[in-house]
């Protein structure tokens, strides 16, 4: 069984990169609220019977340039035309949550 995560991009980057790297989570939920920062990038099909780590964890290395366009990836459908490598800062959304990309794993953030 599989379901979706969402992939958003942060427009301002790297902002959000640099509030990870100085451990300001709360300028990010405050990015997220504001709702234009963020762009809806990639719906990424993911196995449902896998752990939540997993689960975010196969939403950013499938939104990656490896061995060629990540858009290209069977398990994407990218939304939009301008495609970078997620990366720190961007946010992964799935069932209803929301996590950023942190310097080593994932943080939620409640925005």
Known sequence: MSTI???????SWPAAREAI??????????????GSV??????????????TAWILGSGYALTQ???????ENDDVTAVGTEHRSTD??????????FWV??????????P
């Not at 995560?5 to 427009?11: A, G, P, T």
């Not at 990038?41 to 752990?51: G, I, L, P, Q, T």
């Not at 720190?88 to 949550?97: L, Y």
Request: aromatic residues 12%; without cysteine.
């Open 21 to 34: 790297e100085q451990g300001r989570i709360y300028f990010l939920e405050t990015m997220w609220r504001v």
């Open 65 to 71: 340039h490896i061995g060629g366009p990540w858009p």
């Open 38 to 51: 963020y762009r809806h990038v990639a719906d990424v099909r993911v196995s449902k019977d896998e752990d």
């Open 5 to 11: 995560v969402r992939v958003h991009h942060d427009q």
């Open 88 to 97: 720190v800062g961007d946010v992964i959304e799935f069932d209803g949550r």
């Open 101 to 110: 990309v942190a310097l080593v794993g994932f943080k939620e953030i409640r």
